[in-house]
């Protein structure tokens, strides 16, 4: 299964692009063992909207171009629900299991994501009732990615 992280918004230079992009790498190598092939990050620029509904449904049709028949959606958004780790992996191998070719992980803007993806979504994940900067958010997704693919794969790096 393709894995695409959509994130709204520009990661400047940086540490926190470094390490997200280190997660990234890792994740891009050990993935495909286990059926997880990485595909890339797209960034789109925040909406320029008037209003926060506007912009969420802007950033959200740029999103929508990306969601080809059949690609599974999971949103990161603090309104979600939590996962464990072990409970992250399982959730992307069932997804993969469940013949799934394509995946696509989406970072909203400041405002969030439409509800319109809300409805659509196969998961709406939270890394916690935390607010969490953009930068931040893509470092631990690159993190849990590259985790539960060592997970799947049975190797020591997550340890229970």
């Not at 320029?48 to 059949?70: C, F, H, I, P, V």
């Not at 590259?146 to 790096?157: C, D, Q």
């Amino acid at each position: 299964m393709k894995i695409t992280v959509h994130a709204v918004g520009r990661m400047k230079a940086g540490p926190e692009r470094e390490l997200a992009d280190r997660y990234f790498e890792r994740f891009a190598k050990s993935g495909p063992a286990v059926g997880l092939e990485y595909a890339g990050l797209v960034e789109i620029a925040e909406g320029r909207a008037q209003t926060a509904n506007e912009r969420r449904r802007e950033e959200g049709q740029k999103l929508q171009t990306m969601l080809q028949q059949g690609t599974a959606l999971i949103l990161l958004d603090e309104r979600g629900r939590s996962f464990s780790s072990e409970e992250f992996a399982g959730r992307l191998g069932l997804l993969r299991d469940s013949g799934r070719k394509a995946l696509v992980i989406a970072i909203g803007g400041a405002d969030g994501h439409d509800q319109s993806l809300r409805d659509q979504a196969d998961l709406v994940v939270s890394f916690g009732a935390l607010t969490w900067p953009h930068q931040l958010v893509r470092v631990m997704l690159g993190e849990q990615l590259y985790r539960a693919a060592t997970i799947l794969a049975g190797h020591p790096y997550h340890r229970s």
